[in-house]
């Protein structure tokens, strides 16, 4: 027996088992969420205080199988037995089990069991069984899997007390040890192979025959533990040469192997008083599902969850950005002009603003996130759209994030966690960032309001919406051309087929919900805040220096003359703007000096073609920040103070200097390129590399020049030029 | 002599039994056993329509009728 101090375990379980509720009960709050390195797997960790002291508990990816097929199946194992990098081996295991579909949820456990760690099997959703009526013999179930078993209802909390306690005898525990049966020859097969891993690994006897079998059964396995020796790649396919001359399946060997030794634990130990009743989800699905009421119940709740996005999320929104107004008003007060105030006003402040001001939309969507999950309708919403979807190379999961991702792309790259597989994940990230976000309108307002006529076409429309229309056309139309040709050339291969579970519907937990909310929303300040706020302070850097040593005109000596004859003064309104209109056109000689505005200039014959000048091309690089910036330095350059898009004083510039047509362009610009650090920010923290960010800069970047260019170029010869 | 057939062309309410699985992607077929999917094992078919919905033990599955046209199943007597 064993005494060794208890430092980690894991938490494994089928999607839906209810893995995550109980890892909510046992780590609350504690809880940290990043990745895997060099995989887009989400890490889960989380901290778990015993009377024998802390536990570091991690939770590993939902799972039917640990078989590796998947990233996420790959990364299981891989911390089952201690070969992932940056994660210790856990010391012991609790499987979460459905226990109203024992069979299936117990097929998982007997290869967790082969690897001969300490478990627990914690026997979830009790209620449930209850209700059906299903008597499970948990003394007998106990005595026949050799492990302590904890019934649970997680979501009531009942049962986690009990729980706490067996994980604290874990390391007391003999590990259990692999009892099912294979075919004798798939056996003997196997056994040659484990003996290789145990000569040339340093696993331990249990995972050596699990990774044994895998490779013997499974191309995806041999590829990735086999691919390199060529030795071990010969020798499997001498045996499954040799099994098959024996007429033996060596394919389906290990599931029906393990099936069958399930099925029988199954039937000792489960009794149906009543028989299997129908299930109520089964009814409630007769409508969700249903061909034409079932989509249009899904897009009334995308309609809920897209309008609190981009409309309930501004009113708090405001608040902050209110608050961070308030604040540099404060500083401004409070330092002197200079390069100090400038640094901590725009800055600073600026660059926390623009973390923050994402907040409400984050925990909005995860809010709604949480409940689609919980309740099970995500699955049936990802089936519904499945094929849609399929015909541009995504799956039906992709369809939530895409659509979040017309309010904002961050939140919509962060939900894209909730697709499984890796490939199709990083294929609806990389697409999601041309949806029009919210921050695109302002932009949009500003140049359709000023360049497209009011018109009014077939009666209902106007040509000023219908061009906003179009905007939005060109994202979606783009962003499926993109999918088409990445799904060609980047991220190969077909989408795997769509298999999908459909769990039975449970009324979601707020706390379930309010804990996703919290640990997501800190993750997006902690990993991509820091990211957003440093390049927010390069780009005041960018915008700030070098600074004029000679004005054309000595503005500061005047402002400061007018500013003395204030208080005095006959006409003091007069005489404030005046000041207004010197500090202005101080800040817009200040933005052509600097480094942003030489490389305004500079860029200007890269940018000619596509009718910008360099003006245009400053409030370009500065959108970088956020696009919504561009309406405000587009003010400076044309010294008017603070500008918005209403700003009739910027619209009667732009209205001079630009034709309709670079307009357009302009906006075309807009829908395509990336011009978001904080999406970069986040794709960085959800990829785990710059690898993804900086090839989505680039090939939107790309994209958006080419678009502006066709606009541009196409429409002077089509004579539209004037 | 029982009467095999794809398991797509059922109808909804039709409890079928699988037959063999011939599907051309290994992964496919393996994540469809690991589900349940066996030989031998009893389905019944939710939703006939694409995709499909069936039942297997207490699963409720979404599938791809493209993948259930490669499995064969035959009527339960």
Known sequence: ?722 | MIQTMPLSTGTTGQHLRIGAIQSENANDMLRLQELGFLEGTEVQILKSSDPMVLRVGETRLGIQRDLASQISAYRLK
């Open chain 1, 1 to 722: 027996m064993s005494t060794t101090q208890l430092h980690t375990i894991a938490i494994a379980g089928n999607p839906n088992s209810g893995k995550t509720t109980v890892f909510n009960a046992l780590t609350g709050l504690q809880q940290k969420v990043g990745n895997y390195p060099g995989v887009t797997v989400e890490k889960k960790t989380g901290q778990m205080t015993l009377p024998s002291g802390t536990v570091e508990v991690v939770d590993l990816p939902g799972l039917y199988s640990l078989n590796p097929k998947s990233i996420d199946e790959q990364v299981a194992f891989d911390v089952l037995t201690g070969r992932e990098k940056g994660t210790a081996m856990p010391d012991g295991v609790v499987v979460v089990i459905d226990a109203s579909n024992l069979e299936r949820n117990l097929f998982l456990f007997t290869q967790i069991m082969d690897l001969e760690i300490p478990t627990i099997l914690a026997l979830n959703m009790m209620d449930v069984v209850e209700r059906r009526h299903i008597q499970v013999d948990l003394d007998k179930l106990s005595a026949t899997l050799g492990v302590p078993v904890v019934p649970l209802i997680a979501k009531k909390g009942k049962g986690i007390e009990e729980l706490k306690a067996a994980i604290q005898h874990l390391n007391q525990q003999i590990p259990p040890k692999r009892q099912w049966n294979l075919h004798p020859e798939v056996e003997s097969a196997c056994e040659s192979l484990t003996k290789w891993f145990a000569e040339h690994t340093n696993l331990k006897p249990g995972a050596c025959f699990s990774q044994a079998l895998y490779i013997l059964t499974n191309d995806s396995a041999l590829e990735l533990w086999g691919g390199k020796t060529s030795e071990l790649r010969e020798r499997v396919f001498q045996l499954r040469e040799s099994l098959k001359s024996q007429e033996v399946n060596w394919k389906s060997a290990e599931i029906t192997g393990r099936y069958t030794w399930v099925r029988g634990i199954c039937q000792e130990t489960l009794r149906y008083e009543v028989g299997m009743t129908p299930h109520k989800s089964d009814k409630l699905d007769q409508v969700l599902i249903h061909p034409v009421a079932g989509p249009l119940i899904f897009i009334g709740m995308m309609a809920l969850v897209f309008q609190s996005i981009y409309s309930w999320a501004s009113f708090p929104m405001d608040i902050i950005d209110g608050f961070f107004g308030w604040l540099s008003g404060i500083i401004h007060g409070v330092l002197p002009e200079g390069v100090l105030q400038g640094l901590i006003v725009d800055g600073v402040i600026g660059g926390v603003g623009n973390v923050v001001i994402f907040l409400p939309q984050i925990l909005l969507l995860f809010f709604f996130l949480a409940l689609l999950e919980d309740s099970g309708y995500m699955p049936r919403a990802a089936l519904m759209m499945d094929g849609v979807m399929r015909k541009f190379g995504l799956q039906g999961k992709a369809v939530v994030p895409l659509l979040s991702s017309f309010a904002c792309a961050i939140p919509g790259i962060m939900a894209t966690r909730t697709i499984e597989n890796q490939r199709d994940r990083l294929l609806t990230i990389l697409i999601a960032p041309l949806m029009s976000c919210s921050a695109r309108m302002p932009v949009y307002v500003i140049f359709i309001g000023t360049f497209i006529p009011n018109q009014r076409v077939l009666g209902i429309f106007t040509v000023a919406g219908l061009t906003l229309l179009g905007m939005y056309l060109t994202g979606i139309v783009a962003a499926i051309l993109m999918a088409i040709l990445f799904r060609k050339w980047l991220v190969k291969g077909e989408a795997p087929a769509m298999i999908i579970e459909l769990p039975s519907y449970r009324l979601p937990s707020l706390k379930s919900a309010l804990i996703l909310m919290w640990v997501q929303s800190r993750a997006f300040l902690v990993n991509a805040g820091t990211i957003i706020l440093t390049l927010t302070i390069v780009l005041w850097a960018l915008a700030t220096y070098p600074q004029v040593e000679q004005y054309s005109v000595d503005y500061p000596t005047q402002i400061r003359v007018l500013t003395d004859q204030l208080p005095a003064a006959a006409n003091p309104d007069q005489l404030a703007m005046q000041i207004q209109q010197l500090e202005a056109q101080q800040a817009a000689e200040d933005l052509a000096h600097s480094f942003a505005g030489r490389l305004g200039k500079v860029i200007e014959p890269v940018i000619e073609p596509l009718g910008y000048d360099w003006k245009l091309g400053v409030g370009i690089i500065a959108a970088f920040a956020a696009r919504e910036v561009m309406v405000s330095t587009l003010g400076t350059i044309y010294s008017i103070g603070d500008a918005d898009e209403e700003s009739t004083d910027l619209r009667e510039h732009l209205r001079q200097d630009y034709s309709t047509l670079t307009a357009v362009s302009v906006m075309v610009f807009f829908v395509l390129a990336c011009q978001c650090m904080s999406t970069l920010a986040v794709v960085r923290r959800e990829t785990g590399s710059w690898k993804w960010p900086l090839f989505m800069f680039g090939y939107m970047s790309v994209l958006a020049y080419i678009g502006a260019l066709v606009v541009y170029q196409g429409g002077q010869l089509l004579g539209w030029g004037g």
